[in-house]
């Protein structure tokens, strides 16, 4: 089971430690090669591998996952240790000589640190790969760098991820990830609407800000370590009333009767069955829902 430490403890005691560094937002293609690289070469050396990671965003950008949900998904990966640094004004102004210094020579003690190519940090970003390498040779640990993976015209990067959520190109942007667009979330109390036309929803704070757009899909849900099917609505429940409501995720879970509300759920989204619509009635909207339901039954079937 993974180790996760928030903030770096002096004299940490790691054992042979194999480090990667990055947001690794997303989890992406090129991360996994990275993270998986890291776990590999650990074994190889009988060592520690470490992810060491920044929270929030450095370059503040909106998160395609929670902390929680990046945390869950380095896990997956057989990363031994987690050290999650809170990237606050202060660690800002950091200089990358500093940061090589004080943070992963002097506490960290790495004998390899793995990057991606275009890894940047320090104090207005002024450290690269080429000062890790050169400070590498000082220190005693050896650096790889990892080239950015090419992906059609454009590369593997979480910035071509957000886009292609935000546009609803779920299946080019689950290539990029090399797993399914996903939403970690919790379950809160709802209307209790769809229980009442008979199709009870497990309605989801997510935890993080890039979500498909508004429209039904087929999903298949993690909950508890278990896998379910089920369709999942995004909107804004137009077909309720004259002012729509504020933007909702309900997931409803097939064959699935049981009360969950507080617990944490992910919602892996698998196609995309419909735009978000406005119907006359609650009856034209119970008949659309028992369609949705059996659509999204045969998608998830085969």
Same mark, same amino acid.
Request: with cysteine; glycine share 8%.
């Given at each position: 089971?993974?180790?996760?430490?928030?903030?770096?403890?002096?004299?940490?005691?790691?054992?042979?430690?194999?480090?990667?560094?990055?947001?690794?937002?997303?989890?992406?293609?090129?991360?996994?090669?990275?993270?998986?690289?890291?776990?590999?070469?650990?074994?190889? =050396? @009988?060592?520690?591998? #470490?992810?060491?990671?920044?929270?929030?965003?450095?370059?503040?950008? +909106?998160?395609? /996952?929670?902390?929680?949900?990046?945390?869950?998904?380095?896990?997956?990966?057989?990363?031994?240790?987690?050290?999650? $640094?809170?990237?606050?004004?202060?660690?800002?102004?950091?200089?990358?000589?500093?940061?090589?210094?004080?943070?992963?020579?002097?506490? %960290? @003690?790495?004998?390899?640190?793995? $990057?991606?190519?275009?890894?940047?940090?320090?104090?207005?970003? +002024?450290?690269?790969?080429?000062?890790?390498?050169?400070?590498?040779?000082?220190?005693?640990?050896? #650096?790889? $760098?990892?080239?950015?993976?090419?992906? *059609?015209?454009?590369?593997?990067?979480?910035?071509?991820?957000?886009?292609?959520?935000?546009?609803?190109?779920?299946?080019?942007?689950?290539?990029?990830?090399?797993?399914?667009?996903?939403?970690?979330? =919790?379950?809160?109390?709802?209307?209790?609407?769809?229980?009442? !036309?008979?199709?009870?929803?497990?309605?989801?704070?997510?935890?993080?800000?890039?979500?498909?757009?508004? *429209?039904?899909?087929?999903?298949?849900?993690?909950?508890?370590?278990?896998? /379910?099917? *089920?369709?999942?609505?995004?909107?804004?429940?137009?077909?309720?009333?004259?002012? +729509?409501?504020?933007?909702?995720?309900? #997931?409803? %879970?097939?064959?699935?009767?049981? @009360? %969950?509300?507080?617990?944490?759920?992910?919602?892996?989204?698998?196609? !995309?069955?419909?735009?978000?619509?406005?119907?006359?009635?609650?009856? +034209?909207?119970? !008949?659309?829902?028992?369609?949705?339901?059996?659509?999204?039954?045969? %998608?998830?079937?085969?």
């Amino acid at each position: 089971m993974m180790k996760i430490t928030y903030g770096v403890k002096k004299n940490m005691r790691i054992r042979k430690p194999v480090i990667a560094l990055g947001v690794f937002d997303g989890l992406h293609l090129g991360h996994r090669n990275i993270l998986k690289a890291a776990v590999k070469k650990a074994k190889e =050396t @009988r060592g520690t591998s #470490v992810v060491l990671t920044f929270f929030p965003h450095p370059q503040q950008k +909106a998160s395609l /996952y929670s902390l929680e949900h990046r945390l869950r998904l380095i896990a997956e990966l057989g990363i031994d240790l987690c050290i999650v $640094v809170r990237f606050s004004r202060h660690f800002a102004r950091l200089s990358a000589q500093k940061f090589i210094a004080d943070i992963l020579a002097a506490r %960290i @003690r790495p004998d390899f640190v793995y $990057v991606g190519e275009n890894f940047r940090f320090g104090y207005r970003a +002024a450290g690269d790969c080429r000062l890790l390498i050169s400070s590498g040779r000082q220190y005693g640990f050896t #650096v790889k $760098v990892f080239k950015v993976i090419k992906s *059609g015209r454009g590369s593997v990067s979480s910035t071509a991820i957000r886009r292609l959520i935000r546009s609803s190109k779920l299946s080019q942007a689950a290539r990029l990830l090399g797993r399914p667009v996903s939403v970690l979330g =919790t379950v809160k109390k709802g209307s209790a609407l769809g229980r009442l !036309l008979g199709f009870p929803t497990a309605n989801i704070n997510p935890h993080h800000e890039i979500i498909p757009p508004p *429209g039904v899909y087929a999903v298949r849900v993690s909950l508890s370590r278990k896998k /379910y099917n *089920g369709v999942c609505y995004i909107g804004r429940r137009h077909s309720l009333r004259l002012k +729509a409501y504020p933007l909702v995720i309900e #997931v409803h %879970i097939f064959d699935f009767s049981k @009360r %969950i509300y507080g617990q944490t759920l992910e919602i892996q989204f698998v196609k !995309l069955i419909r735009p978000d619509r406005k119907f006359p009635s609650l009856a +034209a909207l119970t !008949l659309q829902i028992r369609k949705d339901i059996l659509i999204c039954r045969r %998608i998830l079937l085969c």
